[in-house]
Structures are given as structure tokens and as C-alpha cells.
């Protein structure tokens, strides 16, 4: 019936999405608590602040204090982001994260022109510069990331070849630089996104790259994300971005209240009731998942914290049935 | 890539899931004004008001008075629900109804005894007597219904080896009484389907009985709900239940903040977006959305209300390319 991966694994972006878009403010040592909390459920990778400008995002003030209150469990790679070199520099002085460099190209050159103040050719020259830069550095790159790749606000509908064509552009520079990447990420940054397109674009670098690691990132913004998410699946994708809770929202959407990247419990759940494997366990997640909307002091999108797991109500009906 | 339809049929539930569901009290006038603005988005089939006893459901004691007021639109069925006799009397009563009947079947034992106080083997035989009164009325019965077709609560999985047999005993009826049914709906009653469920159980139905006419009642309990749609769309599914909004809710939930039936617009701009007509105006059902979380007072679970269209995006970026 289909390409269903056996394992997926999972890059939760909770903490940096929420701290990030949450008006806040939330205190360091309630931020701390989430993450130590998520370290304990077989996440492997978790983003969890961003060295940006503390005026223009409030919310990451105390990224650092942040990070010196985690505590590290092994088999985690904790990650930052940063969008420049001084971002990058605060990261490494933390001497407590992973750090991996990651190169961004978009779909969307009106979206490039609005964000970076640059066209798409010359923002492609920046990331070879970019990816030269991290190498004198001694910083991996595993991770490249095409934003507005379904559909931009500003420019709308982006035709699948422009992706194939920038698929070959990172795979170009990743084999001229020697760079091992481990994913290139589809993002559907804005929202655009509907199962069918995720099927025909992943087909569509498929057929021209059949060896590309692709990953998705997929904002929930249309409510679109688990079936987008389940699209992926089904053409074989076996890494996904993805936020407890669904923390973090779209500043792109109609309003404030809608969502942001698809979230992890529900991804998760999906993926137990049909056989992939994530590592991630369910209950403890959704633990994490109820603990986020303490934190932040508001309901938050995701579905499973409310609808509780089928997990859950087996083992009822196994105990009535054994009572 | 797939069977997807051309075309579908929504029958638009909201209206009766979500006054029954509601702690409520809604005013009278504000039921009729949000279902008389239904009656102008395209949707051709509404169910509005549930006759049932006013001491279990507060939220309906007022139903003969909604019908009363409506405006009837050319076109559009108006639908009422009943649990018995006397309720489609009241209905019958009302002079203002499309009296459609329906015969009600279930995959799961404990269910049945549990809500109907009868086994399996007892309520199939009682929805053969219901038929046959339907008929001694003049009623058409339009609908057959599948609960817990998905899993259940009480019961645990449910084989789609199962539900097969039922389909075959509902076409048997059919025959026997020479009952000319628009719809066997599947329904996912207490939110237990993934989209590969759904795949396998339509298929298993399909490979059996290749022109059973198929509808999916999808809870989205677990946030399932968009993806289970578009699982059925692939498989050729051409008739949903869906709730404006996302209106109702879920008593089988973990708890009461779960969402209820698979939200209308969320579903229709799915379609717009791949191609299948539903003859919806998706900006008219949105600005209903937006109504009935006014009316109800509280945010309801939809997604396209927050994230908006893409239709208004792409009109805006076409404009802002002409100017």
C-alpha cells in the first residue's frame, strides 16, 4: 500500500518555537523544567533556544541562562539556532550545546528579499560562504533547509521543479564542499501545503535525486500538518521537524491564534498506532505536552493531551476484561 | 497516484453537535441566525436540531422553536435527529423538515449494551422492525450508521473482518425490504482511526461489496480527523459528516476539551486546494466558523478560521502583481 518508513526520528523544536513566539514573559527556570522533562522521553534532538537580538525577540533574553540550567542526558543532542555568526559565537560559549551548522536556501525569492534583503542568486552565494565559513570553524553542517517550499504568502504557489532545482543546488555544494549533510529540509513555512502536493513534491525530488535525505517541516498553520505529516510518511520520509504541544505559531497566518509546526504527540501517536518506531514514549510526552500549556498559561493546539492515547485505553479494556 | 473523487457531499452536522453538546443556554435566536447562514454557503444537507428528551440534553429543549424560525432555502435539506419514535414525531411535527430515516448499526457488542441495553444479535433485529416502520410511515431511509467502526472505548480494535460482515447485513436488509440507501456511513464514533486504517477498511468494504455507497462519520478526538478524510478521498470516499468549526465534541474523550466531528471548513479547503469540487463557498462557511465561536462563546477547534484561505492570499499577491 506504501513506502511506510520502519523508524522515524523526530527534531523537536518546541522550546525554541514557544520561548520564541510566546508573549511571555515565562521564567528561565520553568523553560529549564520543559526541556530536562522532554530530555526524558526518548527524544533525540531538541532545539531549544535561539541567540538572537534580545530586543527584536524578548523571549530569548536568557537563552544562555537557559542552557546553563538544562541538565544534558546522554544520547541527547541539544541544539541552538542562530541566524549569524555572533548568534553562532553566544552558542559555542554556552560549551553545553551541539553544535551543528545548518545552510538555508529558499522557494521564494520575494520572501528572501523581505527576510535577507537579498535576492535568491545572491543569497545562494551567501550559503556557499556560509557553509565555507562553518568549515574553517570546525562546525558540521547536517542540516539544509528549503523555506516556502510549498507556497509563499508573498509570492504563492511555487511550481515542484523550482524545488528539484534547488534540491540540486544544496547537493551540488554539499559534494563540492565535502559536506556530509544528513538532511535537506522541505519546509512549508507559511502553511501552503496539502497532503497531495507533499506526496507529488517529495515524489518529484525523488525521481531526480533518489539518494537525497529528506526531512519536513510542517506547519500546522491550515490544520493540514499530521495529514501532510502522514503524506511524508507514506512516500518514505523517516525525519520530520515537530513541536510538543505544538508550540510556537505562524506569523504568517490570518491571526495570532493559529498554529505552528506540527506537533509531536500526535505525530508520535500516529506513528505508534501504525507500526513506525520514533523511540519517543507516548505518555511521557504527553506529560511534556500538559506541562507546556502550564508553562505558557494557554490551551495549545495539539490534539492527543486532550483525546488521551488508545495505549491507555487497551490496557483499561485488557484489566475489565482480566477483572 | 489515486481514486480521488471529483466531487463530494458534505452533510453539515454543527449545528445539532454542537447545541447538543454545549453547556450552553445559546439563545433561541442565535441558533437560527448561525444555521440560516449556513443555509447560504452551498452546503446541500444540514442536520440542525436533535429531538431527544430535554432533561438529558438542556441544549435541545428548544429544537421545535430553531425549526420554527429558520428560513428554509431552495435546495438545501434540513435534517433533525432521533433516538425513537416519539422524537421523529416531533420532528414530523415540526412541518418544516426533510424526514429522512436512518437505521443504526454497530461493531462493538459493549457499546451496544452499554448505550441501547441490547446485544448485537438484539439490535440488528430491532433495525430490521425500525425499517419496517419506516416503511408503514412512508419514511425514506436514507442513512445507514456503523458505530465504533474504527475501535472503541469499551471493546478495544475492531476487525475490519467485522465490519465487512455488517455491511453485508445491511445490504441484505436493504434487498429484503428493497430499501433504496444513499449511505452506509462508516463511523469513527470514539476517534480510534489512523489514515492507514482507513485505507484498509475502506479497501476491505470495497473488495467485498464494490458498490456500497461509503460515508465517513470521522471524530477528530485525536487529531486524526483531516488526515482520515483525505485517507478516505484517496480511496474514493464521496460523502462525509463534518461539524462547521469543528462544533460538538467528544464524551468519549480523555476529557472534555476534545474536539468532536472533523471540522467542515478545515475539510472543504482541503478539497479547493486539490481540486475537488464540494460545491462549498469556503469564504462564506469561514466567516460561519467565526459565527459559531461567537455564538458559542469559546474558540472551537478549526484551523482555516485562524490560518485563513490561500484563495484571499493568492488575490492579494495577483493584486499587488498588477498594481
Given at each position: 500500500?506504501?513506502?511506510?518508513?520502519?523508524?522515524?526520528e523526530i527534531r523537536e523544536?518546541?522550546?525554541?518555537?514557544?520561548?520564541?513566539?510566546?508573549?511571555?514573559?515565562?521564567?528561565?527556570?520553568?523553560?529549564?523544567?520543559?526541556?530536562?522533562?522532554?530530555?526524558?522521553?526518548?527524544l533525540r534532538e531538541i532545539q531549544?533556544?535561539?541567540?538572537?537580538?534580545?530586543?527584536?525577540?524578548?523571549?530569548?533574553?536568557?537563552?544562555?541562562?537557559?542552557?546553563?540550567?538544562?541538565?544534558?542526558?546522554?544520547?541527547v543532542h541539544y541544539l541552538?539556532?542562530?541566524?549569524?555568526?555572533?548568534?553562532?559565537?553566544?552558542?559555542?560559549?554556552?560549551?553545553?550545546?551541539d553544535?551543528?551548522?545548518?545552510?538555508?536556501?529558499?522557494?521564494?525569492?520575494?520572501?528572501?528579499?523581505?527576510?535577507?534583503?537579498?535576492?535568491?542568486?545572491?543569497?545562494?552565494?551567501?550559503?556557499?560562504?556560509?557553509?565555507?565559513?562553518?568549515?574553517?570553524?570546525?562546525?558540521?553542517?547536517?542540516?539544509?533547509?528549503?523555506?516556502?517550499?510549498?507556497?509563499?504568502?508573498?509570492?504563492?504557489?511555487?511550481?515542484?521543479?523550482?524545488?528539484?532545482?534547488?534540491?540540486?543546488?544544496?547537493?551540488?555544494?554539499?559534494?563540492?564542499?565535502?559536506?556530509?549533510?544528513?538532511?535537506?529540509?522541505?519546509?512549508?513555512?507559511?502553511?501552503?501545503?496539502?497532503?497531495?502536493?507533499?506526496?507529488?513534491?517529495?515524489?518529484?525530488?525523488?525521481?531526480?535525486?533518489?539518494?537525497?535525505?529528506?526531512?519536513?517541516?510542517?506547519?500546522?498553520?491550515?490544520?493540514?500538518?499530521?495529514?501532510?505529516?502522514?503524506?511524508?510518511?507514506?512516500?518514505?520520509?523517516?525525519?520530520?521537524?515537530?513541536?510538543?504541544?505544538?508550540?510556537?505559531?505562524?506569523?504568517?497566518?490570518?491571526?495570532?491564534?493559529?498554529?505552528?509546526?506540527?506537533?509531536?504527540?500526535?505525530?508520535?501517536?500516529?506513528?505508534?498506532?501504525?507500526?513506525?518506531?520514533?523511540?519517543?514514549?507516548?505518555?511521557?510526552?504527553?506529560?511534556?505536552?500538559?506541562?507546556?500549556?502550564?508553562?505558557?498559561?494557554?490551551?495549545?493546539?495539539?490534539?492527543?493531551?486532550?483525546?488521551?492515547?488508545?495505549?491507555?485505553?487497551?490496557?483499561?479494556?485488557?484489566?475489565?476484561?482480566?477483572?
Amino acid at each position: 500500500m506504501s513506502d511506510l518508513p520502519k523508524h522515524i526520528e523526530i527534531r523537536e523544536e518546541g522550546p525554541r518555537e514557544g520561548f520564541q513566539y510566546e508573549p511571555g514573559p515565562i521564567a528561565t527556570e520553568r523553560k529549564i523544567e520543559l526541556i530536562d522533562r522532554l530530555s526524558d522521553t526518548g527524544l533525540r534532538e531538541i532545539q531549544i533556544v535561539s541567540f538572537v537580538n534580545p530586543k527584536a525577540v524578548p523571549g530569548m533574553a536568557d537563552a544562555e541562562a537557559v542552557v546553563a540550567g538544562i541538565t544534558r542526558r546522554p544520547g541527547v543532542h541539544y541544539l541552538g539556532l542562530w541566524l549569524n555568526e555572533k548568534g553562532m559565537e553566544r552558542a559555542v560559549a554556552t560549551g553545553k550545546l551541539d553544535i551543528k551548522g545548518s545552510i538555508l536556501f529558499s522557494a521564494s525569492e520575494r520572501f528572501t528579499l523581505r527576510n535577507q534583503n537579498r535576492t535568491l542568486v545572491e543569497h545562494e552565494r551567501a550559503q556557499h560562504e556560509m557553509a565555507r565559513r562553518y568549515k574553517e570553524l570546525g562546525v558540521p553542517i547536517d542540516y539544509a533547509l528549503i523555506t516556502a517550499a510549498f507556497g509563499c504568502n508573498f509570492e504563492g504557489d511555487v511550481a515542484a521543479s523550482k524545488v528539484v532545482e534547488i534540491v540540486g543546488t544544496i547537493l551540488a555544494l554539499c559534494e563540492e564542499q565535502e559536506i556530509d549533510l544528513s538532511y535537506i529540509s522541505l519546509a512549508d513555512t507559511m502553511g501552503w501545503a496539502t497532503p497531495l502536493q507533499v506526496k507529488r513534491l517529495v515524489g518529484a525530488v525523488r525521481d531526480r535525486y533518489p539518494d537525497a535525505p529528506l526531512s519536513l517541516h510542517l506547519h500546522d498553520t491550515r490544520g493540514m500538518g499530521i495529514a501532510n505529516a502522514f503524506a511524508g510518511l507514506e512516500m518514505g520520509v523517516a525525519h520530520f521537524d515537530a513541536s510538543a504541544a505544538g508550540l510556537g505559531g505562524c506569523p504568517f497566518a490570518g491571526n495570532r491564534a493559529a498554529a505552528g509546526n506540527v506537533c509531536t504527540e500526535d505525530l508520535v501517536f500516529l506513528c505508534d498506532e501504525i507500526g513506525i518506531e520514533t523511540g519517543v514514549d507516548l505518555k511521557a510526552l504527553v506529560d511534556c505536552a500538559i506541562l507546556a500549556e502550564e508553562v505558557v498559561g494557554h490551551p495549545l493546539p495539539g490534539s492527543i493531551k486532550s483525546g488521551g492515547t488508545l495505549r491507555t485505553l487497551r490496557q483499561k479494556i485488557a484489566a475489565g476484561a482480566r477483572a
